[in-house]
């Protein structure tokens, strides 16, 4: 009985210390109004909260508490409520953030602050660029992957002529820039390229400019709204059914389903992410649908899901929330979930995994709701992201 | 082939009959304003969200009832102009020997809310409306090809805009109206029930909006923002022609189509301003509007 009397005063003591060091609170800050609420919003909130659970928080003696608010897609909405939420309500991390302004600023005040700051929603290179930080993981996806992925296997598969249709703003400047260096280093060439104005209703002009240049592929790089009306108009105008391809370079899965494969089929476009991959991201994703009137999730919803899990191990595993220890921990180990597989977190602050191209189904393809894409091919984690040394990251020696 | 300002003249061709059928909608929409305004002095700021409300109940019908594209061309702008003249009779009537301004301020607080109301409900993504089978397709004019569906567009803007002109310049209903707002007491002491002719006119402009947005579901995304988008374009639009010129508003509307579908051409970058461009030179030089009468 020696043993028992020994374990008991440890076991409670452990717990104790455990308790007094883990008590978390987490902090989703996205869109939940504007035009990034249905790829990102309360859908994010809800891949924590499973994360929290999955992870067995409450078992393993740590006390996890999530807040979340509407950044409205502004820097300066953002940055206000990321210090309130550091300087007075104790969060100690903050994750999800979409919008690649917003994205930077709270990057910068998570430094300050010495927190921890895990994007999953903002596609800017930037946050493990000249920008990147100790504090910050990038765990999604990037303009850059998905330039990558879209540009240089729609060369391989003889789309090799191009004409874009570019949103007027950095983001789709940097997205078009990103997609013609891909797309001219596998071999292809730009016919050229037109701006409209950011956010735009009719895209028919464009379009008629893209017909006209007689391009293999038509690349949008554009986003939201602009991107589906773009498409929709797309289909109106007869052009794809006339031989070009439309290439998507920021796609949402909620884009697809708000198109309609009627109007959505033949679209070729990158994700990090589909609910119907395997066996692990089904049951993943039909949990969450259950908890999120049936939509099934984004990418952006299972990044916050991993990112949020892989920081509670750290949690667990260095016994302290302190942002250093806890980044250490977090580069040191190497990813793993039912979401994304196997993976890991670059010291630039990128996280890499598998990115995929897909095709949309027709409708006779489709077997039911959500039934949207096609794997065409899967692009290992290694050439998926954008080589460090290329990013000038200054964490990277 | 000769050039003009280096377009070749079928892509320009192209571009013009595109603008012509954007200025379809403005020309709807701003007429729906002019209307509201000339005969109700109200500045209707929650035009855009009933535009919305109209494609909205269109895919409802769809969705819910199963029913189709045509019936829905007719229901909705009769659902929504009913819910239209509701809200005139509970809040628009109670402001009327009140300023202007807060008219624009109830209007404003309810477009704000109805938007909200159908982000909650519906997401912000939009919802998929397909091209009724009659008018899928298009023609291959040479020039370009034009999808049989945006010229039905076009068709139906330019009969509903000319119907509702003849009917309030020219018939025996649109005289007592425009004599109702000239003197309500005169008209009255005739026997003529004015508020109950002042509802119908809310109705009517409400109705238009929405008929907008039924032609405008199976094009744009059907989403609770596509009227907030629009409607700023729109004031510029009644405000060039002349607020509350009937005429005026389907003339510009037109007109600020065709010349927004040009710098789509030249100077793409601009199209987004140049109708607010236009709106600023018209105001210095003729601040009543090009078809107003200075008050």
């Known amino acids: 009985m020696t043993f028992s009397r020994f374990a008991l005063p440890l076991g409670a003591l452990l717990l104790a210390g455990a308790a007094h060091a883990q008590d978390i609170r987490i902090g989703v800050l996205n869109d939940r109004s504007g035009i990034y609420a249905d790829l990102a919003g309360q859908g994010s909130v809800v891949a924590a909260q499973m994360a929290v659970e999955d992870f067995g928080a409450e078992e393993k003696g740590i006390n996890v508490s999530i807040v979340s608010a509407d950044h409205q897609n502004r820097p300066d909405v953002a940055s206000t409520i990321a210090r309130q939420w550091y300087d007075e309500q104790g969060v100690d991390v903050i994750v999800d953030v979409p919008t690649s302004s917003a994205a930077l600023a709270v990057s910068d005040i998570t430094r300050e602050k010495n927190r921890i700051f895990l994007d ?12 990147c930080s100790p504090n910050t993981i990038h765990w999604t996806y990037d303009t850059y992957a998905l330039a990558n992925g879209t540009g240089g296997a729609m060369v391989e598969q003889g789309g090799t002529s191009w004409f874009f249709i570019t949103a007027d703003y950095a983001f789709g400047h940097s997205l078009e820039e990103e997609t013609i260096a891909v797309v001219e280093a596998a071999g292809g060439e730009v016919l050229g390229t037109v701006r409209h104005p950011f956010p735009g209703t009719d895209f028919s002009s464009f379009l008629l400019q893209a017909q006209s240049s007689g391009a293999d592929v038509i690349g949008l790089a554009n986003a939201g709204g602009d991107t589906i009306n773009t498409v929709k108009q797309a289909a109106e105008f007869g052009i794809t059914q006339a031989g070009q391809d439309l290439a998507g370079l920021l796609i949402f899965i909620t884009d697809i389903h708000a198109l309609g494969l009627e109007t959505a089929q033949g679209l070729v476009l990158t994700e990090a992410f589909y609910w119907d991959l395997n066996d692990d991201t089904r049951a993943w994703s039909q949990r969450f649908a259950e908890r999120h009137g049936g939509a099934m999730p984004t990418m952006v919803h299972a990044g916050v899901y991993s990112s949020v899990l892989h920081y509670l191990k750290a949690v667990e595993a260095t016994g302290t929330k302190e942002a250093e220890a806890v980044m250490a921990e ?56 954008r080589p460090m040394e290329e990013g000038g990251c200054p964490l990277v020696e | ?51 919305m409300m109209g494609a909205f109940v269109a895919w409802m019908l769809l969705n819910y009832l199963g029913i189709g594209y045509w019936p829905a061309l007719i229901l909705a702008p009769l659902a929504v102009g009913i819910f239209g003249m509701v809200i005139e009779r509970l809040m628009i009537a109670r402001l009327y020997h009140l300023d202007h301004l807060y008219g624009l301020l109830l209007t404003f607080g309810l477009a704000l809310i109805i ?30 090809f034009l999808p049989n569906y945006r010229a039905w567009v076009v068709v139906a803007s330019l009969l509903v805009c000319f119907g509702t002109w003849f009917m309030i310049e020219k018939t025996r209903l649109g005289a007592l109206l425009r004599a109702a707002t000239e003197n309500p007491a005169l008209v009255g002491a005739f026997g003529i029930n004015v508020p109950r002719l002042i509802t119908l006119t809310y109705g009517f402009g409400v109705a238009l909006a929405a008929f907008a947005g039924v032609l405008a579901a199976p094009i744009y995304s059907v989403n609770p923002n596509m009227g907030a988008d629009l409607i700023i374009v729109v004031f510029a639009v009644v405000v060039i022609g002349g607020m509350g010129s009937i005429l005026g508003s389907i003339v510009t509307g037109f007109g600020l189509g065709l010349v927004e579908g040009l710098t789509r051409v030249f100077y793409p970058e601009g199209s987004a301003v140049v109708i607010f461009v236009i709106m600023a030179i018209v105001l210095l030089v003729k601040p009543a509007g090009l078809f107003g009468r200075a008050a």
């Open chain 2, 115 to 144: 938007q909200g109301l159908f982000r909650n409900e519906y997401g912000i993504s939009g919802l998929p409306y397909q091209i009724p089978t009659q008018l899928a397709g298009g023609q291959n004019l040479g020039f370009m």
């Open chain 1, 330 to 385: 977090m580069k040191a180990t190497p990813t793993e979930d039912p979401l994304f597989g196997k993976g890991e977190v670059r010291a630039d602050g990128r996280k890499i995994h598998d990115m995929y191209l897909f095709r949309v189904k027709s409708p006779d393809q489709s077997e039911g709701p959500w039934d949207y894409y096609e794997t065409i091919a899967t692009i290992p984690a290694e050439r998926a992201f």
């Open chain 2, 1 to 51: 082939m000769f050039e003009l300002l280096g377009i070749p003249p079928q892509a320009l061709f192209g571009q013009l009959l595109l603008g012509l059928i954007n200025g379809s909608f403005y020309a709807l929409l701003s007429l729906g304003l002019a209307v509201i305004f000339g005969l109700l002095n109200i500045i209707n700021f929650a035009h855009g969200a009933l535009y």
């Open chain 1, 120 to 131: 999953s929603g903002a596609g800017t290179t930037e946050l493990t660029g000249e920008q």
